[in-house]
């Protein structure tokens, strides 16, 4: 069975850092491109980043490039999300998911990442 | 980056009739690279259509794509208790992939 799980969300001030991890299980997490995709407290879905299967190809949305590094283990089967300059507009629910062409099939049950003094 | 806009913003529908949720593109969106996911509250989106048409597994009949170009439209009928939930289109045409803001189906 495919399952995602995150972890590594929490309580950050504004200007700091976290790490967020996805572990995969029932699959070669090696074969596929991963996303990060958030969702703000009550707000809508927001693509956040990709890495291709190899770990070598990663894209960024525009808003966040320069302060996130996503990258992965597939040692593992683990993806990661690393986050820096961290933002009140970060906070909400980050979420792993399996690429499929572009869409996403099978999703993690998300981390919350919570900036605030 | 491509912009989606969905409509309605809510939709209210009571049990057994038919929703229609429309998502338009700022502009074509290519080789109808466009997915419909729904979410539950308090859990993750679960992806429902992908290839503006085409069901995922385990997705019933009931849900139907429909659409290409800017304009697309998911469609549900017979709506049960657990069809009630937020809606959202996603275009994977072009870096970066956008979603719609969602369209929330209620119970009337």
Known sequence: DVQLVESGGGLVQPGGSLRLSCAGTGFNLSRYWMHWVRQGPGKGL??????????NVTTYAGS???????????????????MFGLKVE??????????????????GQGTLVTVSS | EIVLTQSPDTLSLSPGERAALSCRAS?????????WYQQQPGQPPRLLIFGASNRATGIPDKFNGTGS???????????EPEDFAVYYCQQYASSPYTFGQGTKLEIK
């Open chain 1, 90 to 107: 970060d906070t909400g629910v980050y979420y792993c998911t399996r690429g499929a062409g572009g869409y996403f099939y099978g999703w």
């Open chain 1, 46 to 55: 927001e693509w956040v980043s990709r890495i291709n299967g190899e770990g």
């Open chain 2, 27 to 35: 502009q074509s969106v290519s080789s109808s690279y466009l997915a």
């Open chain 2, 69 to 79: 170009g800017i304009d697309f439209t998911l469609t549900i009928s017979g709506l």
């Open chain 1, 64 to 82: 966040l490039k320069g302060r996130l590094s996503i990258s992965r283990d597939n040692t593992k089967n683990t993806l990661y999300l690393q």
